[in-house]
T-cell receptor, first 111, second 115 residues
Framework: GQSLEQPSEVTAVEGAIVQINCTYQ??????LSWYQQHDGGAPTFLSY????GLEETGRFSSFLSRSDSYGYLLLQELQMKDSASYFC????????????FGSGTRLSIRP | DAGVIQSPRHEVTEMGQEVTLRCKPI?????LFWYRQTMMRGLELLIY????????DSGMPEDRFSAKMPNASFSTLKIQPSEPRDSAVYFC?????????????FGEGSWLTVV
């Protein structure tokens, strides 16, 4: 099967940079996605990596290394509104479009 | 576009009662997913459909759960009989093409409490 592992909690300071890691186990996948979820809300798409390397979208960047089965989400210039849970997700080749999510990382930001 | 629409937003029901959750995906999206979210188990994929056909229901916890998609614009998730451990947020999501990284669009969720 496939699985994704994330730290359960991360704390950072407003204005700083934080990295949220994701390690995965799968026999093959199309790419790694990241989603943000605020308390009481629905997950919303942030970023996607089909290939190894860094993808940048404004203050958010995401990185993938297939050889290391590892990816991360990088958030820069942290704002209080970035306090949320962040999930990595993948679509497995062997499971025909089945999309599974990691356990999520709760990011808390201090002033 | 109105996005993925779910109903009801909140439901409180007694153990043993039947619960039906409804979902209208975004028009033109061929894939529909039902997820359940709890603190303990995170976001679990229950079942997903492609062009109204169930593709993988291996995440459905037990026979008490069933899902249907009678047409491209409507899906239901039914729990009968409901139990307190079914209390969770149930999300419906849709996407046109998940394999190439297309965004999955989630509804606002149905918050279910079984007492």
């Amino acid at each position: 099967g496939q699985s994704l592992e994330q730290p359960s909690e991360v704390t950072a300071v407003e204005g700083a940079i934080v990295q949220i890691n994701c390690t995965y186990q799968t026999s093959g996948f199309y790419g790694l996605s990241w989603y943000q979820q605020h308390d009481g809300g629905a997950p919303t798409f942030l970023s996607y990596n089909a290939l190894d390397g860094l993808e940048e979208t404004g203050r958010f960047s995401s990185f993938l290394s297939r050889s290391d089965s590892y990816g991360y989400l990088l958030l820069q210039e942290l704002q209080m509104k970035d306090s949320a849970s962040y999930f990595c997700a993948l679509s497995s080749v062997s499971s025909a479009s089945k999309i599974i999510f990691g356990s999520g990382t709760r990011l808390s930001i201090r002033p | 576009d109105a996005g993925v629409i779910q109903s009801p937003r909140h439901e409180v029901t007694e153990m043993g009662q039947e619960v039906t959750l409804r979902c209208k995906p975004i028009s033109g999206h061929d894939y529909l997913f039902w997820y359940r979210q709890t603190m303990m188990r995170g976001l679990e994929l229950l079942i997903y459909f492609n062009n109204n056909v169930p593709i993988d229901d291996s995440g459905m916890p037990e026979d008490r759960f069933s899902a249907k998609m009678p047409n491209a614009s409507f899906s239901t998730l039914k729990i009968q009989p409901s139990e307190p451990r079914d209390s969770a947020v149930y999300f419906c999501a849709s996407t046109p093409r998940p394999r190439s990284g297309n965004t999955i669009y989630f509804g606002e969720g149905s918050w279910l409490t079984v007492v």
